[in-house]
């Protein structure tokens, strides 16, 4: 509104300082020009205050597009950190992950080894039962078995097989058994022996300088020893005598026929598997 009062107080004195009379021509022609030359001020004021309001909106577009700029770079360098930290785990991980996939091929390599050799034992203890299961065949009805427990091969034998009541000498009956047994060990030379004695839980009565169940079983573990390297020349380095008393029942039914049972020589046989002692303090 300001240059069009302007415009025309510049016309008003133009007209007065030139004292010309304008004709309706010229006059019509000055007004279309005060008003084309409005028009266009009105519209450059407009274009104005659009460019202004532009402005400030690319201005808030630009500081919101800026802080996003920048939530992003942190956002970037956090990531950069977490990737650095997850190569450092997965670099660890792949290091961990090698270093037991060669642990666990050298223990499936032991495992094998172990396997392998415990079979032989196995092996070396099924076929030695089934010969003294047919060297010892004619007296397992008086008392005498023969069965494989934790890979050792028990042969059993009541007292009643081998002594007189409350004796520790061998009689003939118990001579024809081990003698028997001894047949089939001096030719297993790599088998180990250990003689146990075993007695029931009844004290026993009038048996002269056998004081307890502890003496009368190691005397009688150690009459089978003597008997067997001896009289039968097995290797005495090849034997043990143990006496386990009554502490070591097979049977507490404290039946007549348990008792039996309990009263007892224990021959334990056990293949030598040096291979297998030396696996186990590798």
């Known amino acids: 509104m300001k240059m069009k009062y302007l415009l025309l107080a510049l016309f008003a004195g133009i007209a007065l300082q030139s004292c010309v009379v304008l004709s309706p021509k010229k006059y019509k022609a000055l007004l279309a020009q005060r008003d084309s030359l ?54 660890a991980s792949s290091s961990k992950v090698t270093q037991l996939s060669g642990d666990l091929a050298k223990r499936e390599a032991r495992l094998k080894e172990v396997e392998d050799i415990l079979r032989k034992r196995d092996e070396a203890t099924n076929a ?10 004619g007296f397992t009805q008086n008392g005498l078995s023969v069965d494989i427990r934790n890979g050792k091969v028990y042969v059993s034998l009541t007292d009643k097989l081998l002594f007189p009541s409350g004796s520790i000498i061998i009689d ?59 009289v039968e020349n097995i290797d005495p380095h ?18 007549p026929e348990g008792l039996a049972r309990n009263r007892r020589i224990e021959i334990v046989l056990s293949p030598k598997l040096d291979e297998l002692y030396n696996l186990i303090t590798k």
């Not at 659009?50 to 956090?78: P, V």
């Open 172 to 230: 003939d009956k118990g001579k024809q058994a081990l003698k028997q047994l001894a047949a089939v060990l001096n030719k297993e030379t790599d088998i180990n022996m250990a003689v146990e004695g075993h007695t029931d839980d009844k004290k026993i009565k009038n048996l002269g300088q056998i004081k307890d169940n502890w003496d009368l079983s190691v005397l009688r573990a150690t009459s089978v020893t003597r008997y067997l390297t001896e």
């Open 238 to 255: 090849r034997l043990t005598a143990t006496g386990k008393g009554e502490f070591q029942p097979i049977d507490t039914s404290n039946t």
């Open 38 to 91: 409005s028009s266009r001020t009105m519209s450059l004021e407009d274009e104005r205050s659009r460019l202004q309001g532009d402005t400030a909106r690319l201005h808030h577009e630009i500081a919101d597009l800026k802080k996003n700029i920048s939530d992003l770079n942190d956002n970037l360098a956090t990531a950069n950190k977490n990737i650095d930290a997850l190569n450092g785990k997965y670099n």
């Open 128 to 137: 030695l039962k089934e010969k003294l299961q047919k060297a010892l065949l």
